[in-house]
């Protein structure tokens, strides 16, 4: 079976990690902070905090922009479930802003619609996530934009996009948004195992998501509210959780880094190769405005409703007996059970539920060889019926 997604993981990585099993320290060493710092530097941010997941990075985020009991929090359906879950653990309102029709991110059209509504009706939101689906960046710009006329905060939900750009500037250096926020799951660009990220360049909201990872409590003596006892102190000033990075996790990230450029370059060029083999064919291909540069993270395609004698679900079903692991990115985030029962329905964002029922990822992933994508690609036009 040929996966959608892998990491590749050198003998460099594996020595990284090796050395730390043999250090003094698992957890909380120098590993950690050097992560944060080559991250930072990477897409050109401040400050950074290293955690156990993306999920646990957007979930400090929204506590330290005050997302509470009752506010309001946006996002896109057609997105993991952890970019609208990480709003309710604040006890926040979710509701959703449909997509685009050609990038498949956020459409900024929506957003505006849906916040002048909002507006008159005195139920803005608090914090919008937009996600940069399948590591093409969102309309940053113009989200910041809104953000500045309605007075909401901006958290990115970058997990498919670490290494991507618009107008030359890296996702994750926060010149459109309050904090972005990476994930190191194996699938993605790179990998800790489990991981992730919040890169802000706000030393307090930094400080804030640092203190939330590990449970709320600073040791920092100009922090406290009263002169520390002695040199054992610490003051628990928040509700926090052990959301900690151990340092075996942040030496093989570290290691990791070291190739993320030549594996963006080499899963753009492998899109490029998907590209030109599925041309003609019909599907809808990925777009990618000329302005950003795509991490590709996933290679998403479009079965053209009406123009095919298979269905959605025969074509996935040919493509997994020909041992293509395909899969589906997203089942839209508002109809699964769990968030019907807060009141969702089915044709609320019929963009979103388009591309549900439409799409289709092929295999994509540094280690993928020519051979094995065209491979992909003939059992593509053999399932649909073109050569
Ligand atoms: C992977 C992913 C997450 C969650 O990341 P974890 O590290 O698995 O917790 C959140 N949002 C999106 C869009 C993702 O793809």
Redesign the pocket.
């Known amino acids: 079976m040929i996966p959608y997604g892998r990491q590749e993981i050198s003998r460099a990585d594996i020595n990284a990690v090796v050395d730390v099993l043999r250090s003094d320290f698992l957890t909380q060493g120098s590993e950690v902070p050097r992560f944060e710092q080559a991250i930072a530097a990477k897409v050109g941010a401040k400050c950074a905090v290293a955690v156990n997941?993306?999920?646990s990075a957007?979930h400090i985020a929204c506590l330290a922009l005050d997302l509470g009991l009752g506010d309001r929090f946006w996002t896109v359906p057609n997105?993991?479930v952890?970019?609208a879950n990480c709003g309710r653990y604040c006890g926040a309102e979710v509701d959703f802003v449909d997509i685009a029709p050609d990038t498949w991110n956020l459409s900024v059209t929506r957003l505006q619609e849906k916040l002048f509504q909002a507006k008159q009706d005195q139920r803005l939101p608090k914090v919008v996530m937009p996600?940069h689906f399948a590591g093409q960046p969102t309309d940053q710009e113009a989200i910041w934009e809104l953000a500045q006329e309605f007075g909401f905060k901006v958290i990115e939900?970058a997990?498919?996009a670490l290494g991507a750009s618009r107008y030359g500037e890296p996702v994750g250096s926060c010149r459109w948004s309050d904090i972005t926020v990476f994930?190191?799951?194996p699938v993605?660009i790179i990998t800790t195992g489990?991981?992730?990220m919040a890169l802000t360049n706000n030393d307090e909201l930094a400080w804030r998501m640092a203190m939330l990872r590990t449970h709320g409590i600073t040791r920092e003596p100009e922090r406290m509210t009263r002169p520390p006892a002695g040199p054992w102190a610490y003051e628990q000033q928040a509700l926090g959780f052990n959301y900690r990075m151990t340092d075996i996790q942040a030496a093989l990230g570290f290691s990791q880094l070291a190739r993320l450029d030549e594996w963006v370059k080499r899963r753009n060029t492998l899109a490029s190769r998907y590209d030109e083999a599925l041309h003609g064919l019909p599907l809808r291909l990925p777009t990618v405005k000329p302005e950003n540069h795509s991490a590709f993270h996933l290679y998403v395609v479009r079965v053209k409703p009406g123009a095919l004698k298979k269905t959605h679900r025969e074509i996935f079903e040919a493509l997994c007996a020909a041992d293509i692991g395909v899969n589906l990115h997203y089942t839209p985030v508002h109809l699964q059970p769990y968030y019907r029962r807060l009141g969702f329905e089915p044709g609320q964002f019929p963009e979103a539920e388009a591309h549900g029922e439409e799409t289709i990822t092929l295999p994509l992933y540094p280690a993928l060889a020519d051979g094995e994508q065209d491979r992909v690609a003939a059992a593509v036009k053999r399932t649909i019926g073109h050569g």
């Open positions: 997941s993306g999920t957007l997105t993991f952890a970019s996600v939900d997990s498919h994930s190191f799951h993605k489990e991981g992730g």
